[in-house]
């Protein structure tokens, strides 16, 4: 594997110099815009052409690099002049006495960063504004990008190089959520790299902007009320009926420090994360059949997942992010916390209920075993 590596890697230039020799003209083609590039590499990954993949999404690296450093310089010329510094260090300032100058290259640098960064993201400043745009050259979803091919190709050490360079320039991202894709590949890879500590805290992080879960040493208010109503209640439905959670993107790091948790026989710390796992995922069936159904209103656990029985593409798209999983982990943390009463119950409306045979025969065993 790490042949096949190196002998991507050497092809590179080659193929580089035959793609920048195919640009024509001061604006190039479509194809050849950094974004076109990332998503022909992505087209390569999916047919499992991972040398291709690696050429472009390098050349994407350089396309943007070309162009961040042109747009720096053109910019940074501009606003030499003496008409121009004369109106300090005020973006607005600025921009009106560019547009005065008829200097409108200049003002569309600026217009196509006010896209996603608009003036008061720089506290009006020029000079803030040049000092983050000189940093701009950076391109972190060609870095993720990257690491996703060396994954690919099992050389996880390099993934991970690759992983938290993206990480560490992730405020240049064009869609900020992405960080949390970074973050579970990190931990997804920390996991195959044995480092387990690390698989931890990559996780812990996504955690760090849910405030209902508060820190490891501290649960919110919200958390302790809901851990005091599952020992309180016999049985889940008050649970169930009584909180709502929907930061989804959080559900993969609840489901995955679940297992950590119980492996480690940290059953306490399992039942947090994996009763927050479980009201996500009522709170996001919740929502998709009240969608598709507007005479529904949630009444319990059963009625709902009865519900999800007509509703094949709510169905797939559950089983697909782990939710019938999710639900299982609750019971089963449930059951080693001592609260086998609340288990039970839960076994049993999951063996009754669940639109998956498979899951549903697992929660009907542990309803027998447990």
């Known amino acids: 594997m790490r042949k096949n590596i190196i ?9 580089s110099f035959e793609i920048f020799s195919e640009v024509g003209g001061d604006e190039g083609k479509a194809s050849d815009k950094p974004w076109h590039l990332l998503e022909t590499c992505k087209l390569k990954m999916e047919q499992g052409e991972f040398g291709e993949a690696l050429n472009y999404v390098n050349y994407a690296r350089q396309v943007h690099e ?9 910019l940074f010329h501009a606003i030499q002049a003496k008409q121009v510094k004369r109106e300090g260090d005020n973006i607005y300032s600025v921009y009106s006495i560019l547009k005065e100058r008829e200097n409108y290259d200049a003002c569309k640098i600026l217009d196509d960063i006010f896209l996603t960064h608009p003036p008061i993201f720089f506290d009006k400043s020029m000079e803030k504004l040049m000092s983050w745009l000189k940093k701009r ?16 190709e099992g050389e ?34 920390a996991l195959l790299l044995r480092h387990y500590d690390e698989q931890e805290k990559y996780l812990l992080l996504v955690l760090t902007e849910d405030p209902i879960y508060g820190t490891t040493s501290l649960e919110s208010p919200t958390l302790q009320a809901m851990i005091n109503t599952i020992e309180k209640e016999k049985n889940v439905e008050k649970f169930f009926l009584l909180y709502r959670h929907n930061k989804q993107i959080a559900l993969k790091a609840y489901i995955d420090l679940t297992k950590i948790y119980m492996d480690m026989g940290n059953y306490q710390r399992a039942l947090t994360t994996s009763s927050l796992a479980a009201i996500i995922i009522i709170s996001s069936l919740d929502t998709e059949v009240s969608k598709t159904d507007y005479n529904y209103s949630y009444n319990n656990l059963s009625q709902l997942l009865n519900k999800l029985h007509r509703k094949n593409e709510i169905c797939k798209w559950a089983e697909e992010n782990n939710f019938w999983q999710g639900l299982i982990n609750f019971a089963d943390c449930l059951s080693a916390s001592d609260k086998r009463k609340q ?3 839960l076994y049993k409306k999951l063996s009754q209920s669940l639109p998956s045979l498979k899951y549903a025969q697992e929660a009907a065993y542990k309803f027998r075993t447990k």
Do not use: C
């Open 137 to 152: 050259i950076v391109f972190p979803e060609t870095d993720f990008l990257t690491g996703k091919i060396f994954f690919a």
């Open 7 to 15: 002998i991507m890697l050497s092809i590179f230039m080659l193929f």
């Open 343 to 345: 288990a039970k119950d």
């Open 156 to 189: 996880y050490a390099q993934a991970m190089h690759y992983y938290k360079k993206a990480w560490d320039n992730r405020e240049f991202l064009e869609i900020p959520d992405e960080r949390f894709r970074i973050i579970y590949a990190m931990a997804d890879t």
């Open 66 to 74: 070309k162009e961040m450093s042109e747009k720096y310089d053109y």
